[in-house]
């Protein structure tokens, strides 16, 4: 890892070694070949590329080997590497989820190795790397390996299966939906029995499982299962509320599983999870609420470098930090409460998704829970999940609003305080990606007021119409904050630009580093762009005047052909908007667009042509 790109010179000295440890007869030998390939595909990523299907036909060797340890090792490996090479998961499955598939049913395979092929699989059908076509091929032997691991299998080896079970279901959704029938009873049984202290880790897989297949084949299915699911779910958490008794907070079972797995089975239930909004969303709330304990005291230099310390007891963290000019603190915090309530935004986010204008009561108490949260100043990570969380909680305010449930004073209340917030947390965030999370939650709550507009048959929006919407003046005040974010973006561009062009040890493996900083910037752009045009797309013409004085001069200059795509595909976009949505006031700009709209039509950049087309 430390020489980087060196390894491009050791990787075929470490195949050359483990091609002779391969043959040795002690297995030690044989399996710190495995290990060393592995080793080296971590540390030097990019440069082991080329060598990935010499690595994967050593793999295959390695997992029949007569040592299960070494067997163990080469799983491991293969579970590494689907990891760090996402990209090659088709060619990955087609060649190894029957390998391992072989290895689970086998009866000679010794358990831990068959419990071991399951962790692996787990990376492979990651949802976000693995589509359903991709495993669909191999999905009924695969199920089938599993059902017979799980049945005859220790404890430790049954929870990873129910990981893969879930992961399977996730990725496979409808398809899944004939082997309901064969793994639900099973799972309810583990939730049902698996109740000693002993079995908490496999009873909350039972949880997470159970929800994740409930997600993915939907209510009509799912049904007759989900009320008994809930009430040893509910009986589960009202259990650890009471062995915790009058600790404050709730329980590690009930935020890793418990919660999320009433989160995922909301989706499916909808309208038939209300009875149970009342008893889970009281310990979701009070996570969310809690206080996060922090100090800062004296601490002497002869404490600096000490091992990080964490008391389990009160969940805190505490180290030892150099403030400079001989000063010395020790900083303690509550990482449980922070780990808590980041789960608890996330949650907020998958219930309101889930179930909108069915939150109904508890629409106020999750919005008062995340606006603090948005500028919580101890975590990033609080903000990036509750800024998401926010705007998905105000896009069910917008719902009930739709259907008379809230009035138009409510809406607007709630609307005039989520972009309130968001913007106070744009304009004070140093974070790449709590800065990203809250301009996602920004565009998306303008985007959902101009969706919720009755459609003309042009299809387009009538956003006059809206009772509940920012004014004119609201409208060009949000803009006039927003727009300078966008140059404080071409700055940061700017100078990781000039710093990598300037650099003289950078390697061209570096571009890629290089073009993910840029484009997190852009994309960063193109959001409050994106949220701009949205208020353009509710008031039309009347937005026009303060466009041309305040906004086009950001933008308009960026149509010129030199400039890198990904700035001019802003700028299209932009201009795409005026055109549909300005009224009168806009067609002039087809004027000076018109010739480069046409010649973006000959970019090599796809997006570039898409939005050119458009426009």
Known sequence: AALGMGGRVLIPVVFATAQQFSAEADWKHRRAAVAAIVRLAEG??????????????????????????????????????????????????????????????????????????????????????????????????????????????????????????????????????????????????????????????????????????????????????????????ITAMNSEAAALGSKSGSGDITFDYILPACARMSKALEARFVPFLSLVMSPLIVGATQEIKFSMEDACEEDQGEDLQRDDETGTESAVINMGAGIFKRVTLNTHAVQQKQQAASMLFDFAANLKEHLGGFLQPALQALLPMVTNKHSSDIRSAASLALGKVFEAYVHCGSKGIIS???????????????????????????RAAAAEAMRDALQVLV?????????????????????????????????????????????????????????????????????????????????????????????????????????????DGKTPPGLQVISVCLIDDVLEYGGASGQRYSENCLSQFLQNLQADHAVLRQCSSYG
Do not use: W
């Open 408 to 434: 138009p004073e409510t809406q607007t209340t709630a609307m005039n305080v989520s972009i309130g917030k968001l913007v106070e947390a744009l304009k004070g965030e140093c974070n790449q990606d709590a």
């Open 451 to 559: 969706e919720s507009a009755p459609e003309r048959p042009d299809g387009s929006r009538d956003g006059n119409s809206l009772k509940c919407k920012p004014d004119l003046q609201q409208a060009q005040e949000i803009s006039t904050q927003l727009l300078p974010l966008c140059a404080d973006a071409l700055g940061r561009r700017s100078d990781k630009e000039q710093s990598f062009l300037s650099s003289e040890v950078l390697e061209e493996e570096d571009k890629e580093s290089f073009m993910e900083e840029i484009e997190a910037e852009e994309d960063f752009i193109a959001t409050i762009v994106d949220a701009i045009g949205q208020l353009l797309k509710l008031h039309g013409e009347a937005f026009m005047p303060y466009f041309d004085q305040a906004v086009a001069p950001y933008f308009v200059q960026f149509l």
């Open 44 to 233: 030097a990523t990019k440069a082991f590329k080329p060598h990935l299907v010499n690595s994967l036909n050593y793999l295959e060797q390695a997992i029949g080997d007569a040592s299960p340890r070494v067997q163990y090792e080469a799983v491991q490996a293969f579970g590494r590497l689907s990891m760090l090479f996402p990209d090659a998961t088709k060619d990955i499955v087609t060649r190894f989820v029957p390998l391992l598939v072989r290895k689970m049913e086998d009866q000679a395979t010794c358990f831990r190795v068959r419990g071991h092929c399951a962790s692996a699989m787990i990376n492979l059908c990651d949802p976000e790397h693995c589509e359903a076509e991709v495993l669909e091929p191999y999905l009924s032997g695969l199920l089938n390996a599993l059902g017979n691991t799980l049945t005859s299998a220790p404890m430790e080896v049954q929870a990873p299966c129910l990981v893969l079970l879930g992961c399977i279901a996730q990725v496979s959704e409808e398809a899944f939906a004939p082997f309901y029938g064969a793994f639900m009873p099973g799972v309810r049984q583990i939730l049902e029995s698996a109740t000693h202290p002993s079995q908490m880790e496999l009873r909350g897989k039972a949880m997470e499982c159970a929800g994740l297949i409930g997600e993915a084949v939907g209510a009509d299915t799912f049904s007759s299962d989900a009320l008994a699911i809930m009430n040893c779910l």
